[in-house]
């Protein structure tokens, strides 16, 4: 299977823990998405990398939230102090360019308990 | 939050029949796709248009990008009972990398 991969697939936390999501994406796609999707609605853009460089991050990216990429490979995004309102499906995609497609992944549950 | 405005919320339909759903924009966007989610799992492009007027099918699916760049329209005909899921539209303006996405529409088939 090619496509793009996330880990875990399901995290239940108690408030205040951190957490952390691995996405690996298409191995041949240089970019990579971070969404959040809550129940009921669309994702929404957290953070995008090029390669190794975080280029674009979202003002729903609070303090609390990191990314890396850190050899333009795979990427982690970790959520620190975890609230109730971050539980959410985090959403990882990557694209070979700007004009590309995205390829999602199946996403990391969050339940903040 | 959400910019694209997308209807129907849900939409509640006999097998065979054909359905038709849009997103409407405030602002103009260079590119819009549609996507289908399943329960549990990650969005999958359907469609992909990149210029304005153009129109594209894909099997029993055919999307239209609007002239003003501000909307797009999916139909979907002799609908199947794995059509159920759930379809967002999705924008990417002239700058920046970022999808913008509507708030879906909940589709449910009666076989």
């Known amino acids: 299977d090619t496509g793009v991969s996330q880990n875990p697939r399901h995290k239940i936390t108690k408030r205040g823990q951190n957490v952390t999501f691995r996405c690996d994406p298409i191995?041949?796609?240089?970019?990579l998405y971070w969404y959040r999707q809550t129940l009921g609605q669309g994702p929404e853009f957290l953070t995008y990398f090029q390669n190794e460089a975080q280029l674009e991050k979202s003002r729903l990216l609070s303090d609390r939230f990191s990314a890396e990429r850190p050899k333009g490979s795979f990427s982690t995004l970790e959520i620190q102090r975890t609230e109730q309102g971050d539980s959410a499906m985090y959403l990882c995609a990557s694209s070979l360019s700007r004009e590309g497609s995205y390829t999602f992944g199946s996403g990391t549950r969050l339940t903040v308990v | 939050g959400q910019q694209l405005n997308q209807s129907p919320q849900s939409m509640f339909i006999q097998e065979g029949e054909d359905v038709s759903m849009n997103c409407t924009s405030s602002s103009i966007f260079n590119t819009w796709l549609w996507y289908k989610q399943d329960p549990g799992e990650g969005p999958v492009l359907l469609i992909a248009l990149y210029k304005a007027g153009e129109l594209t099918s894909n099997g029993r699916l055919t999307a239209q990008f609007g002239i003003t760049r501000k909307d797009s329209f999916l139909n979907i005909s002799a609908s199947i009972p794995s059509d159920v899921g759930i379809y967002f539209c999705a924008g990417r303006p002239n700058a920046g990398n970022m999808l913008t996405f509507g708030g879906g529409t909940r589709l449910m088939v009666k076989p």
């Open positions: 191995s041949e796609h240089n970019r």
